[in-house]
């Protein structure tokens, strides 16, 4: 399995950026896919994950309401829409498959992407 996650970069705040992750290496039928941020010096932060094929989505609470996950599953893409951003919002994010546990917890999945860096100006 890989995850191929793109789409940071630099924004002002009140900008807006999308986040992709392709995913290939077998068929996703019933997984859950996660999005996960680690800003400098601190741990991997739960953002929002949906359910293939249901679609049910779960949000943190620091993001709800200016993110929104979504999914393309006939090409196994994840997408992250980032709206409102703020500077506290700069970190590596990270797409992942959940492979079992807690949904909003790191240790519950098994692959991760490479990571793509979000930086927002004040």
């Known amino acids: 399995v890989q995850l191929q996650a793109s789409g940071g970069g630099l924004v002002q705040a009140g900008g807006s950026l999308r986040l992709s992750c392709a995913a290939s290496?077998?068929?996703?039928?019933?997984?859950?896919m996660g999005w996960f941020r680690q800003p400098p010096g601190k741990e991997r932060e739960f953002l929002a994950a949906i359910s293939w094929p249901s679609s049910t989505k779960v949000y943190a609470d620091s993001v709800k309401g200016r993110f929104t996950i979504s999914s393309d599953n006939a090409k196994n893409m994840v997408y992250l829409q980032m709206d409102i951003l703020k500077p506290e919002d700069t970190a590596v994010y990270y797409c992942a498959i959940k492979e079992s546990g807690p949904t909003r917890e790191p240790r519950s999945y098994g692959y991760w992407g490479q990571g793509t860096q979000v930086t927002v100006s004040s």
């Open positions: 290496g077998r068929t996703f039928s019933s997984d859950v």
